[in-house]
């Protein structure tokens, strides 16, 4: 049985795509690595998480970041059967006003990021779930474009894993 790997499924459902991109950093680049596309994809989806699930096993409930990280902590939390946590980017203007849905206090939270560049985005959840009594030391990333995001993380004493590195999808 030949065994396809999460780059491979990355390139064949043309997850990278060259041109002149503005990333959510604010950083330009040539190169953009889609993984929102890739992950309505089934197959791809359950890869992710049977790669996180592969690296660490050792959270309470799984968070993500909206957008790109809801699909990711929702598979993830399937396959390990434990709960999830979703951190909107901006309060609502009704119901509870909360940028958490989910329980976080006292419980070791596994946050899931579709691609991390400067790390600002896993920064960001990294500081609503800690403020709201989360424990929060890793950080996977399907994706890391090996820009920053590993430094700014541990300075905040937080482990960085990258599922696949950006120069290993372009590069092979």
Known sequence: MVTTTLREMLITADAIRFGDFTLASGKKSTVYIDIKKAITSPAIL????????????????????????????????LAADKPY???????KGHGLASLIIGEVSGKRI?????????????????????????????????VDRNEGAEKTLRD?????????????????
Do not use: Y
Not at 113 to 142: H, M, N, P, W, Y
């Open 46 to 77: 359950k890869k992710i998480a049977s790669e996180v699930l592969s690296r660490n096993q050792q959270f309470d409930a799984v968070a993500g970041v909206a957008v790109g990280g809801v699909p990711l902590a929702v598979s993830v939390s």
């Open 110 to 142: 596994l946050l899931v990021e579709d691609v991390t560049t400067s790390g600002g985005s896993a920064v960001f959840g990294i500081e609503q779930l800690r403020s709201a009594g989360g424990l929060v030391k890793d950080v996977i990333a399907v």
């Open 85 to 91: 946590v979703i951190i909107r980017k901006e309060q």
């Open 156 to 172: 905040l004493n937080v482990t960085l894993t990258p599922l696949v590195r950006m120069q290993d999808l372009i590069t092979g």
